[in-house]
Nanobody, 125 residues
Framework: VQLQASGGGLVQAGGSLRLSCAASGGTFRNYAMGWFRQAPGKEREFVAAIRGSGGSTFYADSVKGRFTISRDNARTTAYLQMNSLKAEDTAVYYC???????????????????WGQGTQVTVSS
């Protein structure tokens, strides 16, 4: 499975961005999709995840209520809609795909098998 993340950029605090993660090379609906981010000098952290069917979503507390993860299985693409952005959301955002991930592991990086290249999100205050 190959993943291509896009949609990052520079935005003012309070603004919005939508990230996309286009997948190819696998049966997309069989994979849970996750978004993770890594800020300068920090470890990569979980942001949001969605099951293959799209029926269940998971969020980090820091983004709950501001970010929305979704997927379009027909287009083999996952999305991360980010609203009310804050300076602390500045990071490189990565999408990831994993098959057979149990619910308790949806927030765990090591549960994901495939990773995209990352897209930079910069929020100016």
């Amino acid at each position: 499975v190959q993943l291509q993340a896009s949609g990052g950029g520079l935005v003012q605090a309070g603004g919005s961005l939508r990230l996309s993660c286009a997948a190819s090379g696998g049966t997309f609906r069989n994979y849970a999709m996750g978004w993770f981010r890594q800020a300068p000098g920090k470890e990569r952290e979980f942001v949001a995840a969605i099951r293959g069917s799209g029926g269940s979503t998971f969020y980090a507390d820091s983004v709950k209520g501001r970010f929305t993860i979704s997927r379009d299985n027909a287009r083999t693409t996952a999305y991360l809609q980010m609203n009310s952005l804050k300076a602390e959301d500045t990071a490189v955002y990565y999408c990831a795909a994993g098959a057979g991930i149990i619910l308790s592991q949806m927030r765990v990086q090591n549960a994901y098998d495939y990773w995209g290249q990352g897209t930079q999100v910069t929020v100016s205050s």
